[in-house]
């Protein structure tokens, strides 16, 4: 187990690693002294279930009232008589919140926005995880001042100075981080400063939950140079999948060796699932009404879904009265049977999806996988374990389930990503450009094609409109400082065009391993939704002494400047570089926010 640093910091702070699922959530901290080993410490006691001290995680839910306040959040929402309280106030309950604000993309083909629980009405994605991410904070505050000596000193001498980890699934990207940084910003965790901002970090959930296997000593056996290993994230929303290299194991440095991926498979899909089941079974049973649909959907969630192992055996959900039969059905006092191959069909799906994404990062990378660790509040389940043991002991794959604490990977992972930073390379999940002009070359049948937005340059080029100019291409591996970037001119006949550059920064999801057209999908199909605009990049060159050029009609002047994207961080950056006077300048960094997901209201 690689022992932590001590910290070389010159004042006290606090980290706090919050990872906000999409059933429970949990918070873990680190105090940071001058000198000193830091030690990551769980909150493990929250109100409203102090009945289970020593319990990590709290269900990720709120009530609001009418007025749009909030009534209760987190285990205090979940108190009973809590469904009574709401139904006689009126309150609105609000669950998987999270999965709101998912990248459409995500979506599969059995998977829609609309088989999520609303928000309310008035009430912003980013409003609510503002209020749920504002009372974990509160708790986690509490949790400090009330079991560290002198704890109220304590929280008042480095209030100020808390960085925040925030985690996030792996398919999630700059305007999903955006958006919990705003959240983050509203709940008053940091100003909303330049050096606020700064103080809001971002972790995928698998590379958390890679820092929290190796910080644990969890793969010990396997941290050998060259070795690689899988890790399977399976919560409540998403199933994460990622998979690294050992590179070397003093000091422990590890490589993202192919692109993470991020399904939507995860333990909620189970319920959708069985609620389907059940509507369709009951159209007919007096017993398909909302309310006891509800009610064996809350049992189904707690006590049937949980402990379900095998198709062997039947499985039953508690609702109503011993008085509640109908065996045309199969309910009998007041309990439905499901049978074990009913039960396995709910699981199934997920189990698939994720043994394909296996297989696929398997084929991608050279190093054998030897193993796989299963991790996250969906890990728990005896089927999904048992089931996906079976599928990878068939490719010689060895699974781990952790035993110890796995449902607070992420949280602990979080901040020992702060503390260590384990991952020192990782992949790029897309490729990266900027829309351009392309020489025209009358012996291309596409540039032939596309002679109808010719245009002629002031040097006396003659371009086309509409090109795509790759910076960073899918697939590139890029460390921890890394950045790339790509040269570009703009020519101009008068002189005030060149005081200003301005570059949009695309992103390509399409397949071709060389994209060259922003309107067009190889092929000629017409999917420009392909090239999603992330950001736009500004320079001020004004001050730039600019040469003159003799063209075909006269003077023209040149300005040379390259698009730079800083990759290493957890936030891609992008900014414009030119040269002035022999030294290089460059305009501001800004944060690419990948804005192809309208926000729920």
Request: hydrophobic share 35%; net charge negative.
């Amino acid at each position: 187990m690689p022992s932590l640093q001590p910290y070389s910091g010159t004042v006290r702070k606090l980290v706090l690693g919050i990872d906000i699922g999409t059933t429970y959530s949990g918070i873990a901290y680190a105090l940071l002294d001058p000198g000193e080993v830091p030690k990551i410490h769980g909150v493990t006691r929250f109100p409203g279930q102090e009945n289970a001290a020593g319990d990590s995680k709290i269900p990720s839910i709120l009530y609001y009232r009418q007025d749009g306040s909030v009534h209760s959040a987190g285990a205090e929402a979940a108190l009973p008589g809590m469904d009574l309280e709401a139904e006689d106030q009126e309150l609105v309950l609000v669950e998987w919140f999270k999965l709101h604000l998912r990248p459409e993309r995500l979506d599969s083909g059995d998977f829609r926005r609309q088989d999520l629980p609303p928000l309310p009405r008035g009430k912003s994605v980013i409003d609510v995880f503002s209020d749920f991410l504002g009372y974990l904070f509160r708790c986690a505050s509490q949790y400090i001042r009330e079991t560290h000596a002198n704890g109220e000193s304590l929280w008042t001498s480095i209030e100020d100075r808390i960085e925040i980890v925030l985690s996030h699934p792996n398919g999630w990207e700059g305007l999903q981080q955006g958006r919990m940084r705003q959240a983050a910003i509203t709940a008053g965790l940091v100003p909303d400063t330049a050096a606020g901002h700064a103080r809001v970090h971002f972790v995928t959930e698998g590379e958390a939950s890679l820092n929290f296997c190796i910080q644990s000593g969890l793969t010990e056996e396997t941290m050998q140079d060259g070795k690689t290993v899988m890790i399977i994230d399976a919560g409540g929303g998403t199933v994460d999948i990622s998979t690294y290299t050992f590179v070397s194991i003093s000091p422990v440095s590890v490589e993202e060796i192919t692109s993470a991926d991020c399904i939507l498979q995860g333990s909620t899909r189970i319920n959708l699932r069985a609620e389907k089941f059940l509507k369709e079974r009951l159209a007919s049973s007096a017993y398909g009404n909302d309310e006891d649909i509800k009610s064996m959907m809350d049992y189904f969630d707690k006590s049937t879904k949980p402990v379900f192992k095998d198709d062997k055996e039947s499985s039953y959900i508690k609702f109503g009265s011993m008085s509640c039969n109908d065996a045309k059905h199969k309910i009998r006092r007041g309990q439905l049977m499901l049978s074990g191959a009913e039960m396995s069909s709910f699981f199934q799906p997920s189990l698939d999806a994720i043994v394909d994404v296996v297989q696929k990062q398997r084929r991608e990378v050279a190093s054998p996988l030897e193993t796989v660790f299963l991790v996250g509040g969906f890990a728990a389940s005896p089927w999904l374990h048992t089931a996906l043991k079976s599928a990878l002991d068939a490719h010689g794959v060895t699974l781990c389930r952790p035993d110890s604490h796995t449902s607070k990977a992420v949280a602990n992972g979080a901040v020992c990503f702060y503390l260590e930073q384990f991952v020192s390379a990782r992949i790029m999940k897309m490729t990266y450009g900027t829309g351009v002009a392309v020489d025209y070359d009358p012996n291309d049948p596409e540039h032939h094609r596309r002679r109808d937005s010719l245009f002629i340059r002031p040097s006396g080029r003659v371009m086309i409109r509409n090109g795509f100019s790759t910076i960073l291409k899918k697939g590139t591996r890029m460390r921890e400082s890394e950045e790339i970037s790509q040269p570009y001119n703009i020519e101009a006949r008068n002189l005030r065009t060149l005081d200003s550059i301005v570059s949009d920064v695309l992103c390509y999801r399409g397949r071709s391993a060389q994209p060259k057209w922003v309107d067009v999908e190889p092929g000629n199909i017409a999917l420009p939704e392909f090239y999603t605009p992330l950001c736009t990049v500004y320079a001020d060159t004004s001050r730039v002494k600019k040469v003159a050029h003799n063209g075909p009609e006269g003077l023209y002047y040149l300005q040379e400047f390259k698009v730079v994207l800083l990759c290493g961080l957890t936030e891609l950056q992008a900014q414009i570089s030119w040269v002035d006077g022999g030294v290089e300048r460059r305009g501001p960094a800004k944060i690419v926010y990948d804005d192809d997901l309208e926000v729920s209201h």
